[in-house]
């Protein structure tokens, strides 16, 4: 069974910064990939960033300069900081890592965190 763990989310002012956290159980050498996305209610689900073996991709020009995606060493947690929040940042972000063990052979099925609420005040 795998499980993926959030945190770090939480109410912060315009400015501040916040340092998501996913540790997960998926066995590392079925990854190919890790990604931090988000979600506003009523909208689509957007990829944020991704990162694989140190190498990391953003995907929204709002967040460039301001986010930072890491991985520990041993690829069992991914990481997003966020400096210079803004309101419009306001979102569930969700961990998501691509690629788990299933029937003993490694496939290219993403898992999902649970979500963790972060909320920036203006």
């Known amino acids: 069974q795998v499980h993926l763990v959030e945190s770090g989310g939480g109410l912060v002012q315009a400015g501040e910064s916040l340092k998501l956290s996913c540790t997960h159980s998926i066995e590392t050498r079925c990854i ?17 960033a991704t990162i694989y073996s140190g190498e990391s991709t953003y995907f929204l020009d709002s ?15 991914v990481y997003l900081q966020m400096n210079s929040l ?4 306001t979102a ?3 961990c998501n890592v691509n690629g788990r063990l299933v029937d003993g052979r490694c496939r290219g099925v ?3 965190g649970q ?6 005040s203006s």
Request: aromatic residues 12%.
């Open 86 to 89: 803004k309101p419009e940042d």
């Open 63 to 77: 967040i460039k300069g301001r986010f930072t995606i890491s991985e520990d060493n041993s690829k069992t947690a």
């Open 115 to 120: 979500g963790t609420q972060v909320t920036v």
């Open 92 to 94: 569930t972000y969700y």
């Open 110 to 112: 993403p898992s999902w």
């Open 32 to 48: 190919s990939g890790m990604a931090w996305y988000r979600q506003v209610p009523g909208k689509e689900r957007e990829l944020v």
